[in-house]
């Protein structure tokens, strides 16, 4: 799987080690990774590298919480200019927006939504590191974030968790000061109306903008070899609201729609053989699920109409879509 991560967040990992009792330098090593590499600056690794550091971490430490100690490591400079944008936003709100804005510039396999819950903020986090401390360790961190920016006593009104509830689940609740329950659908974290536009004392506006002005120029040029697979992730995040054009999709990658063009030609295709390319691997697996409505599929897929939906499924697959489940529901 492609992905990079910014190495400075190891210090993360390598602290966890040691406060364990275990020489994190011959650990790290094993995937070419030395104790000054973790200091420089920008320097990233693959996501194969990370997997494989947080998997031999859990097969060494006898702590199935151990990735809540985080919360006691985590300091800004491991997220590079993340971390002080976040510290000079004016309020909770911004500093969470700016999170899920430019997350891949600490990681490309992360991802964070924000969701409105009545006046309240549901931050939803996912990843493809497979030990569940990696992601408990991501959400302790946020929580040390949010109290170094608001003070020690925030706490969220709420923490969901995927994994399943672990025999020392007291460490959860004492960390995140708020109820926590497992065997969930989504890795979330529910912060109050009452703290999110609170005026923060470190916040300095001049600051934070020139570090989201580093961040996009970072983010613009992060992984440029990979433009493709950058572009169709963009497409699927926004394909729903129709209308997916090259301008919008240029922005959501901070990239000039010129060098949009320009980087899909050289790769030698164009940005509607990609965007059509997208579709017709959404398409297989949306029609493949017969709970999803015909009609819903072509609305998913950006097509105002269902007849201009099947006509390009048509042309992709050779057969329609009502075809295409029947061929389905005989197989089963």
């Known amino acids: ?21 275990h020489d994190p330098e011959p650990f790290f090593f094993e995937e070419g990774v030395n104790k000054d590499m973790l200091f420089e600056q920008g320097k990233r690794i693959s996501f194969r590298q990370v997997n494989n550091l947080w998997i031999k971490a859990e097969s060494l430490i006898e702590d199935p919480c151990f990735g809540l100690e985080a919360a006691g490591f985590w300091h800004p400079s491991y997220f590079g200019a993340l971390g002080y944008a976040w510290l000079a936003s004016t309020s909770l709100r911004k500093a969470l927006e700016r999170l899920a804005r430019y997350i891949h510039v600490l990681s490309e396999k992360t991802d964070i939504k924000i969701e409105p819950r009545n006046d309240d903020l549901n931050l939803i986090l996912s990843g493809s590191i497979q030990p569940p401390a990696y992601m408990d360790s991501s959400m302790a961190s946020i929580i040390a974030g949010c109290r170094l920016n608001c003070g020690e006593d925030f706490s969220p009104l709420s923490v969901n968790i995927i994994h399943d509830k672990p025999n020392c689940s007291a460490r959860y609740f004492q960390l995140f000061r708020a109820p926590v329950y497992f065997g969930a659908e989504t890795d979330s974290i529910l912060f ?3 703290d999110l536009d609170l005026r923060l004392p470190s916040g300095n506006p001049h600051l934070a903008s020139l570090s989201d002005q580093l961040m996009i120029e970072y983010i613009a040029n992060l992984d440029r070899k990979n433009i493709i ?3 169709k992730r963009a497409i699927i995040e926004h394909i729903h609201d129709g209308n997916v054009t090259d301008d919008k999709i240029a922005k959501a990658i901070f990239m000039s729609v010129r060098s949009l063009q320009r980087n ?4 030698g295709t164009t940005f509607g053989e990609v965007l059509d390319e997208t579709r017709s691997e959404l398409a297989e697996h949306y029609v493949g699920d017969l709970k999803e409505d015909l009609t819903e599929v072509a609305f998913k897929l950006g097509y105002s109409e269902q007849s201009s939906f099947s006509r390009a499924f048509k042309r992709w697959t050779g057969i329609s879509p009502s075809a295409y489940r029947i061929g389905i529901k005989n197989k089963q």
Do not use: D, F
């Open 229 to 231: 697979h950058r572009v």
């Open 1 to 21: 799987m492609t992905g990079t991560y910014l190495l400075s967040s190891g210090n993360i990992l390598w602290e966890i080690l040691s406060k364990y009792g």
């Open 264 to 267: 899909l030609k050289n790769l």
């Open 192 to 194: 109050s109306h009452r």
